[in-house]
């Protein structure tokens, strides 16, 4: 299927008031977006969440979240990924639990590494609005990336960024500007670096855009 999500997490003198930007847009088909509705969880036990999805859904299929621990989130497909293992946890049902029972950005990644199982490979963009930490995690079958910092900014355009999982686990190819997830990369990179210490939620919005 085809991948074309574009995400962007910033923090501290990235942004105009020192805070965490979050955005991400799914270019999808107006169909699916017709179904698209903002889906509110609170439950007994955990944390009460925010998130874009479809009816009957129990995770954001369109990508993000927010929580009442204070943190947000949103992924990006990687794509031309190949490894499954049928044993192991689905994504939909490990993105639940993470994101109602994660106080911190570090139980949130325990929670999607235990039992990954390969399926819907996602490179993941999390923020904690209490510290300002931000982070980026990219799970493969065979492979993790995990990077975090507190002042600085990570980008998602399908292209992993973790070279074990692009190498091994996948045949994208960085150097090929023609393709999509490549060229969104490069912009991605191209208007963090012009906008540094002005990034506010009016310019999420046009970046997205």
């Not at 490549?182 to 997205?208: C, P, S, T």
Request: glycine share 12%.
């Amino acid at each position: 299927p085809k991948v074309s999500c574009s995400s962007f997490i910033a923090t501290c003198r990235m942004t105009r008031d020192g805070g965490i930007v979050l955005g991400h847009n799914t270019m999808t088909s107006y169909t699916t977006a017709d179904c698209t509705l903002v889906l509110e969880f609170v439950p007994q036990k955990g944390h009460r969440i925010l998130m874009q999805g479809s009816p009957g859904w129990i995770h954001s299929g369109t990508d993000f979240f927010v929580t009442d621990a204070g943190l947000v989130g949103s992924e990006t497909t990687i794509s031309g990924f190949s490894g499954f293992d049928e044993k192991g946890v689905p994504e939909f049902v490990r993105m639940r639990r993470a994101t109602q029972d994660a106080e911190t950005i570090d139980e949130w990644c325990k929670i999607m590494r235990a039992g990954n199982n390969g399926g819907y490979a996602n490179g993941w963009l999390i923020g904690d609005v209490k510290t300002g930490e931000i982070a980026r995690l990219e799970l493969g079958l065979k492979h993790v990336g995990f990077e975090r910092t507190k002042d600085g900014y990570f980008v998602g355009s399908n292209l992993a960024e973790n070279v074990q999982i692009r190498r091994l686990e996948t045949d994208q190819d960085e150097t090929d500007i023609r393709v999509s997830d490549v060229a969104r990369r490069v912009r991605w990179k191209q208007l963090m670096k012009e906008n540094q210490g002005r990034i506010d939620l009016e310019l999420a919005k046009a970046f997205e855009a």
